[in-house]
Each structure stands twice: as C-alpha cells, then as structure tokens.
C-alpha cells in the first residue's frame, strides 16, 4: 500500500473483544490522542465493531511493526485494567 | 465473549496469531517479551513497572477451589500472550532478514583481509 512516497508492506490486524460496546468505544477513544513518533514509517487506525476494538497497524519493516504495535498493546492492557479497576 | 486475535501481512508470508486460553502462556499477566530484562534484575534492580496481578472475582468457585478472573483479566492475560506471540514472530523475521545481509558482509570482510576464510 502507499502512502505519500512511503511504501506500508507490512501490516498487522488486531481484533479485541470487549464486554460491551460502550467499553469498545471508550478504548478506542483513550488510544486515539496517542501520537505517532513516526507516521512515515508507521501509521495506526482504531475503530469498533460492535463490542471489537479493531486496530490496523501498517509499515514500512519488521522492526518499526513490532514496537508500533507492542507500545500499543501495552497501552491497551492498561486501558482494560482500568476499566476493570473501575466499573 | 470471544477471543483476541490477530493477523501479520507481509510481502512475502501472511500469519494468524490464535489464543488459547488453556495454555499456560495466555494465563498469566507477566509476557516474557516485556518487562524489565533477567540481566536487570539480576544486578538487583526492582521492576516497578512489573503487571499487576489479574483481578480475581469475589466469589470463589467453592467446588473446584479454582480462583476465577474477572472477564477483563482474562482479556489482559490473553492480551499478554498475543503480545507475545506477535513480538517472538517479528522478532524472528528481523533476525531473518539481519542474517544473510551480515553473513555476506562478513564474508567480503573476510575477502578484503586475507582472501581466505579464518580456520
């Protein structure tokens, strides 16, 4: 896929089901203001899917997939936790 | 509710990554890919960022005495795993791509010194 001049050839999509969809719809909202440190070589969107939080990761190697993708894992631990924590 | 999965595509392999809750590794809120590393904490450092631990449900399941997680902590525990999974995987396809570029560029190192390969 391109994007501007950069080539997205490696790309992960991440399905998450939730209790409900207004837990799905709050995860995807807390990621959102996250900013990309690199959008030319990485980009991420988030959206819902009845109670799934669906995130589409692209880009450009291996590499910068793997710690674009597991910073955001990370963040969604913590968002589910805290929703456990909470309600 | 159903489970977590996710799907690796790239220009040459595609790679579905599954969780299984009966295995150990979807169990439990500590990924062996995260975290502070075994050399850290043997220098005798304390991960303060270490998980919690998952959220047990009040009522104990009285007949089997098994505790039971709340949904969401199954859902992190199996969050840990995929995690997991998903950094081995892209672990293993960087070190893929590294090797054959390094073994030649050792190679030509080795033919600009001597010409011949060290015994």
């Known amino acids: ?87 | 509710m159903s489970l977590p999965h996710a799907t690796y595509t790239g220009p040459k392999s595609t790679h579905e990554f599954e969780v299984d809750p009966s295995d150990p590794r979807y169990q439990t809120t500590e990924g062996r890919t995260t975290g502070a590393s075994d050399y850290v904490l043997k220098q005798g450092h304390q991960d303060v960022d270490k998980p919690s631990d998952p959220k047990k449900v009040d009522n104990v399941n009285s007949k089997t005495g098994i505790d039971q997680y709340t949904t969401l902590s199954q859902l992190r525990m199996q969050l840990t795993g995929l995690q997991d999974d998903i950094n081995e995987y892209l672990t293993e396809k960087i070190n893929h791509v590294k090797k054959p570029r390094n073994s030649k560029q050792e190679q030509e190192i080795n033919d600009l010194l001597d010409g011949s390969e060290e015994t």
């Open chain 1, 1 to 87: 896929m391109n994007k501007g001049d950069t080539s997205f050839e490696h790309s992960l999509h991440l399905e998450i089901p939730f209790e409900s969809i207004k837990q799905a719809d709050v995860a995807r909202k807390v990621l959102l203001p996250d900013p990309i440190m690199k959008p030319e070589d990485f980009q991420v969107t988030y959206s819902t899917q009845d109670t799934k939080l669906i995130c589409d990761f692209e880009s450009v190697d291996e590499r910068i997939l793997r710690v674009g993708v597991n910073s955001v894992i990370e963040s969604i631990k913590t968002i589910v936790e805290t929703i456990d924590e909470l309600c």
